[in-house]
Protein backbone atom coordinates (compact mmCIF):
# COMPACT_ATOMS: atom_id res chain seq x y z
CA UNK A 1 0.00 0.00 0.00
CA UNK A 2 1.57 3.60 -0.72
CA UNK A 3 -0.93 5.15 1.83
CA UNK A 4 -1.47 8.80 0.99
CA UNK A 5 0.34 10.46 -1.98
CA UNK A 6 0.49 14.08 -2.99
CA UNK A 7 1.40 15.51 -5.87
CA UNK A 8 3.40 17.80 -6.70
CA UNK A 9 5.61 17.92 -4.17
CA UNK A 10 6.97 21.56 -5.05
CA UNK A 11 5.23 24.22 -7.08
CA UNK A 12 5.74 28.13 -7.31
CA UNK A 13 3.20 30.48 -8.39
CA UNK A 14 2.65 33.68 -9.80
CA UNK A 15 -0.26 36.04 -7.99
CA UNK A 16 -3.37 34.99 -9.77
CA UNK A 17 -2.10 31.84 -11.47
CA UNK A 18 -4.73 28.36 -10.26
CA UNK A 19 -3.78 24.89 -9.57
CA UNK A 20 -4.83 22.26 -8.51
CA UNK A 21 -2.94 19.83 -5.82
CA UNK A 22 -4.01 16.02 -6.13
CA UNK A 23 -4.62 13.92 -3.27
CA UNK A 24 -5.02 9.82 -4.01
CA UNK A 25 -5.14 7.46 -0.61
CA UNK A 26 -5.49 3.54 -1.26
CA UNK A 27 -6.62 2.15 1.85
CA UNK A 28 -10.27 2.39 1.06
CA UNK A 29 -10.89 5.00 3.96
CA UNK A 30 -14.71 6.91 4.11
CA UNK A 31 -12.82 10.49 5.44
CA UNK A 32 -10.13 12.76 4.15
CA UNK A 33 -9.02 15.89 5.45
CA UNK A 34 -6.93 19.26 3.33
CA UNK A 35 -4.50 21.57 5.73
CA UNK A 36 -1.92 23.85 5.10
CA UNK A 37 0.26 24.79 7.72
CA UNK A 38 2.36 27.96 7.86
CA UNK A 39 6.07 28.18 9.56
CA UNK A 40 6.20 27.64 13.54
CA UNK A 41 2.14 27.02 13.15
CA UNK A 42 -0.16 24.27 13.55
CA UNK A 43 -2.04 22.45 11.03
CA UNK A 44 -5.46 24.46 9.89
CA UNK A 45 -8.03 22.46 8.32
CA UNK A 46 -8.89 23.83 4.70
CA UNK A 47 -11.92 21.42 3.74
CA UNK A 48 -12.77 17.95 4.59
CA UNK A 49 -15.06 14.73 3.23
CA UNK A 50 -16.69 11.80 5.21
CA UNK A 51 -17.42 10.31 1.67
CA UNK A 52 -17.48 10.54 -1.85
CA UNK A 53 -19.92 13.47 -3.04
CA UNK A 54 -19.61 14.87 0.15
CA UNK A 55 -17.39 17.55 1.29
CA UNK A 56 -17.77 20.41 4.15
CA UNK A 57 -15.66 23.50 5.01
CA UNK A 58 -12.77 24.06 7.40
CA UNK A 59 -11.39 26.79 9.46
CA UNK A 60 -9.70 28.03 6.94
CA UNK A 61 -12.15 27.27 3.61
CA UNK A 62 -11.80 31.38 1.61
CA UNK A 63 -9.57 30.45 -1.61
CA UNK A 64 -9.96 26.96 -2.24
CA UNK A 65 -12.44 24.66 -3.48
CA UNK A 66 -12.19 20.60 -3.44
CA UNK A 67 -14.12 17.53 -4.53
CA UNK A 68 -14.44 14.03 -3.98
CA UNK A 69 -15.94 12.15 -6.85
CA UNK A 70 -14.41 8.77 -5.69
CA UNK A 71 -13.39 7.48 -2.51
CA UNK A 72 -9.68 7.46 -3.68
CA UNK A 73 -9.14 11.05 -4.65
CA UNK A 74 -9.70 14.27 -2.97
CA UNK A 75 -8.03 17.37 -4.78
CA UNK A 76 -7.69 20.90 -3.77
CA UNK A 77 -8.13 23.37 -5.81
CA UNK A 78 -6.56 27.02 -5.76
CA UNK A 79 -7.90 29.90 -7.91
CA UNK A 80 -6.89 32.84 -8.02
CA UNK A 81 -3.14 32.31 -6.03
CA UNK A 82 -2.04 34.93 -3.72
CA UNK A 83 1.18 35.12 -1.65
CA UNK A 84 -0.76 34.60 1.58
CA UNK A 85 -1.61 30.77 0.41
CA UNK A 86 2.49 30.42 0.54
CA UNK A 87 2.22 27.37 2.52
CA UNK A 88 2.94 23.49 2.92
CA UNK A 89 -0.13 21.41 2.22
CA UNK A 90 -0.93 18.02 4.07
CA UNK A 91 -3.57 15.59 2.86
CA UNK A 92 -4.85 13.42 5.71
CA UNK A 93 -7.04 10.30 5.35
CA UNK A 94 -9.04 7.99 8.17
CA UNK A 95 -11.46 5.15 8.65
CA UNK A 96 -13.92 6.94 10.47
CA UNK A 97 -14.04 10.56 11.90
CA UNK A 98 -12.22 11.90 15.38
CA UNK A 99 -11.80 8.30 16.78
CA UNK A 100 -9.68 7.17 14.41
CA UNK A 101 -6.03 7.75 13.58
CA UNK A 102 -5.28 10.37 10.67
CA UNK A 103 -2.72 9.16 8.17
CA UNK A 104 -0.68 12.21 6.47
CA UNK A 105 0.64 12.51 3.11
CA UNK A 106 3.75 13.81 2.33
CA UNK A 107 3.07 17.29 2.18
CA UNK A 108 3.15 20.44 -1.05
CA UNK A 109 5.19 22.72 -0.10
CA UNK A 110 3.89 26.01 -2.67
CA UNK A 111 5.32 29.61 -3.02
CA UNK A 112 3.17 31.75 -4.55
CA UNK A 113 4.97 34.84 -5.76
CA UNK B 1 -8.78 30.98 23.76
CA UNK B 2 -7.20 28.66 21.60
CA UNK B 3 -8.95 25.03 21.37
CA UNK B 4 -5.62 22.87 22.17
CA UNK B 5 -2.87 25.16 23.52
CA UNK B 6 0.62 23.84 24.04
CA UNK B 7 4.35 25.15 25.20
CA UNK B 8 6.09 25.73 21.82
CA UNK B 9 9.04 25.11 23.77
CA UNK B 10 11.45 24.33 22.68
CA UNK B 11 12.83 22.27 25.22
CA UNK B 12 16.56 20.94 25.09
CA UNK B 13 17.24 18.02 27.12
CA UNK B 14 20.49 15.38 27.55
CA UNK B 15 20.48 11.93 26.36
CA UNK B 16 18.94 9.73 29.14
CA UNK B 17 16.81 12.66 30.27
CA UNK B 18 12.99 12.45 31.38
CA UNK B 19 10.93 15.33 30.03
CA UNK B 20 7.42 16.16 30.34
CA UNK B 21 5.05 18.34 27.79
CA UNK B 22 1.43 19.35 28.85
CA UNK B 23 -1.14 20.65 26.40
CA UNK B 24 -4.50 21.68 27.09
CA UNK B 25 -7.82 22.01 25.37
CA UNK B 26 -10.86 23.97 25.65
CA UNK B 27 -13.87 21.91 24.25
CA UNK B 28 -15.29 19.66 27.44
CA UNK B 29 -16.87 17.43 25.07
CA UNK B 30 -14.00 15.87 22.56
CA UNK B 31 -13.83 12.74 23.20
CA UNK B 32 -10.83 11.75 21.83
CA UNK B 33 -6.63 12.82 22.02
CA UNK B 34 -3.87 11.94 20.77
CA UNK B 35 -0.41 13.04 20.65
CA UNK B 36 1.29 12.85 17.18
CA UNK B 37 5.09 13.35 16.16
CA UNK B 38 6.70 15.74 13.02
CA UNK B 39 9.82 16.05 12.09
CA UNK B 40 11.00 18.98 10.21
CA UNK B 41 9.59 19.13 7.18
CA UNK B 42 7.87 15.68 7.19
CA UNK B 43 4.06 15.01 7.67
CA UNK B 44 2.59 14.30 11.29
CA UNK B 45 2.52 10.71 12.33
CA UNK B 46 0.25 9.44 15.12
CA UNK B 47 2.44 8.31 18.28
CA UNK B 48 0.43 6.98 20.65
CA UNK B 49 -3.70 7.64 21.27
CA UNK B 50 -4.64 9.28 24.82
CA UNK B 51 -7.12 7.02 27.63
CA UNK B 52 -8.72 8.01 30.30
CA UNK B 53 -7.23 5.49 32.27
CA UNK B 54 -3.78 6.57 31.06
CA UNK B 55 -1.51 4.47 28.81
CA UNK B 56 2.12 3.95 27.74
CA UNK B 57 4.33 2.71 25.20
CA UNK B 58 7.53 1.91 25.89
CA UNK B 59 9.40 4.66 27.11
CA UNK B 60 6.46 6.65 26.32
CA UNK B 61 3.61 7.22 28.63
CA UNK B 62 0.04 9.38 27.88
CA UNK B 63 -2.15 10.97 30.68
CA UNK B 64 -5.66 12.66 30.12
CA UNK B 65 -7.12 14.80 32.66
CA UNK B 66 -10.81 15.52 31.84
CA UNK B 67 -11.63 17.61 35.12
CA UNK B 68 -8.89 20.19 34.29
CA UNK B 69 -8.83 19.57 30.39
CA UNK B 70 -5.34 18.60 29.98
CA UNK B 71 -3.58 15.85 28.54
CA UNK B 72 0.54 15.15 28.97
CA UNK B 73 3.21 12.98 27.35
CA UNK B 74 6.31 12.02 29.27
CA UNK B 75 9.19 10.22 27.93
CA UNK B 76 11.59 8.28 29.50
CA UNK B 77 15.54 7.95 28.61
CA UNK B 78 15.46 10.20 26.12
CA UNK B 79 17.05 9.76 23.02
CA UNK B 80 18.65 12.00 19.67
CA UNK B 81 15.64 10.38 17.39
CA UNK B 82 13.34 11.84 19.86
CA UNK B 83 14.12 15.27 18.63
CA UNK B 84 10.71 16.76 17.25
CA UNK B 85 8.05 18.65 17.17
CA UNK B 86 5.02 16.68 19.28
CA UNK B 87 1.45 18.04 18.26
CA UNK B 88 -1.26 17.53 20.29
CA UNK B 89 -4.39 16.74 18.80
CA UNK B 90 -7.82 16.75 20.52
CA UNK B 91 -11.20 15.31 18.57
CA UNK B 92 -13.96 18.20 17.55
CA UNK B 93 -16.93 16.30 16.05
CA UNK B 94 -15.50 14.93 12.90
CA UNK B 95 -12.58 17.22 13.33
CA UNK B 96 -9.40 16.85 14.57
CA UNK B 97 -7.92 19.62 16.13
CA UNK B 98 -4.26 20.36 16.13
CA UNK B 99 -1.65 22.12 18.38
CA UNK B 100 1.06 24.33 17.65
CA UNK B 101 3.27 21.66 18.62
CA UNK B 102 5.95 21.55 21.33
CA UNK B 103 9.66 21.00 20.10
CA UNK B 104 11.87 18.50 21.63
CA UNK B 105 15.45 19.14 21.35
CA UNK B 106 17.73 15.91 22.67
CA UNK B 107 21.64 16.66 22.77
CA UNK B 108 24.85 14.56 23.24
Keep these: NAGVTQTPKFRILKIGQSMTLQCTQDMNHNYMYWYRQDPGMGLKLIYYSVGAGITDKGEVPNGYNVSRSTTEDFPLRLELAAPSQTSVYFCASSIAGEYNEQF ?8 VL | R ?3 EQDPGPFNVPEGATVAFNCTYSNSASQSFFWYRQDCRKEPKLLMSVYSSGNEDGRFTAQLNRASQYISLL ?16 SNTDKLIFGTGTRLQVFP
Excluded at chain 1, 104 to 111: D, I, N, Q, S, V
Excluded at chain 2, 75 to 90: E, G, P, Q
Design chain 2, 75 to 90: IRDSKLSDSATYLCVV
Design chain 1, 104 to 111: FGPGTRLT
Design chain 2, 2 to 4: KEV
